[in-house]
């Protein structure tokens, strides 16, 4: 008899994996229920991502209306998967089937990380609504549960202070589109404890993201490198050295980016944008933070983009590029 042990392969290589969408999925029994705080273009996108990989998901929006709206869009984002031939209508109806909307915080108990991702139009009404919305996370959910945040100018330590358990809070950064960006920001706050950076990036990777951990700084790499960067492309846009169009394409075509600079901030929101610039310029008051005219002008215009219909350029009601805007 050979004393040669024979290589055990383990057991999980034969087990049976339900992988909806992202067949790179990883099931982890820690993540089951996830809930997210504010659905807009990019919590739609992490919705849809977490739903398609089989994970139940509870939005939580501000009215019932709204709730409806997100579910009428996440619908509509499906159906253009189905028409690129992307999914089936049964794997539809399944990632439906795994969201609810709600607007009582008390429906995210029992989630396992809660990620907040709202829109504010300024830094102060920012930091102060998102302080409430993470005490009211606090109030409804487990001691366990990790509280995250998807904004990039504002630090987790200063959204967390005011917690009982600020050791579970950390920021939690998905580039859109979240559900095709291989890349995710992740920042440790002050209180951050290191069991709950461990699990989150054992989350993210879940979706087959690259974890970039970064140093707690507002705007961290994606938002210092991605708004100066729509800030000067309205500064040649405004010296009259390119059109609109020409200044995408070059980006497109020349550098390979999927979207030019202003295709990029008709996605992201124009408000954002400029909310992003400000930020970043009173925290480092650098004049290449400071948001270009342009802009300033667009948004006080209520032409903030795809959610308004128009921006730099005109959209249809399901977000289909129309024409140019003078």
Request: hydrophobic letters at 35%; one cysteine or more; aromatic letters at 6%.
């Amino acid at each position: 008899m050979s004393d040669k042990k024979e290589a055990v392969e383990p057991i999980q290589n034969y087990a049976l994996k339900i992988t909806p969408k992202n067949k790179n999925f990883i099931p982890n029994d820690n993540f089951s229920k996830i809930g997210i705080v504010g659905c807009g273009i990019l919590g739609q996108e992490i919705t849809r991502m977490v739903s398609s990989s089989g994970l139940e998901v509870v939005f939580l929006e501000i009215s019932n209306n709204r709730i409806e709206q997100v579910i009428n869009e996440i619908s509509r984002d499906l159906d253009r998967m189905i028409g690129r031939w992307g999914m089936t209508k049964s794997e539809k109806r399944a990632i439906l089937s795994r969201i609810t909307g709600t607007t009582d915080y008390t429906n995210l108990k029992g989630a396992d990380i809660v990620i907040e991702s709202v829109k504010s139009r300024t830094r102060e009404s920012s930091v102060d609504l998102r302080k409430r919305i993470f005490k009211s996370i606090e109030d409804h959910v487990g001691p366990e549960t990790i509280i995250a945040t998807n904004s990039t100018t504002l630090v987790i330590t200063e959204l967390s202070s005011e917690l009982e358990r600020p050791e579970r809070c950390v920021s939690l950064h998905f580039l859109s589109p979240a559900d095709q960006s291989q890349v995710v920001e992740v920042a440790r706050g002050l209180y951050t404890s290191e069991d709950t950076y461990q699990r989150v990036i054992k989350f993210a990777r879940m979706f087959n993201k690259k974890v970039v951990p970064v140093i707690e700084s507002p705007g961290v790499i994606s938002t210092r490198l991605i708004a100066p960067l729509i800030n000067e492309a309205c500064e040649i846009l405004m010296e009259g050295v390119g059109s609109m169009e020409d200044i995408d394409a070059t980006m497109r075509l020349g550098f390979g980016f999927p979207l030019g600079p202003f295709e990029i901030a008709d996605k992201i929101g124009l408000d954002t944008v400029v909310r992003w610039l400000e930020n970043m310029y009173k925290e480092y008051g650098d004049l290449k933070y400071k948001a270009s005219p342009l802009l300033k002008k667009k948004v006080r215009a209520n032409q903030l983009g795809k959610d308004t219909g128009r921006g730099f350029y005109s959209y249809d009601e399901v977000g289909n590029k129309n024409k140019n805007l003078d």
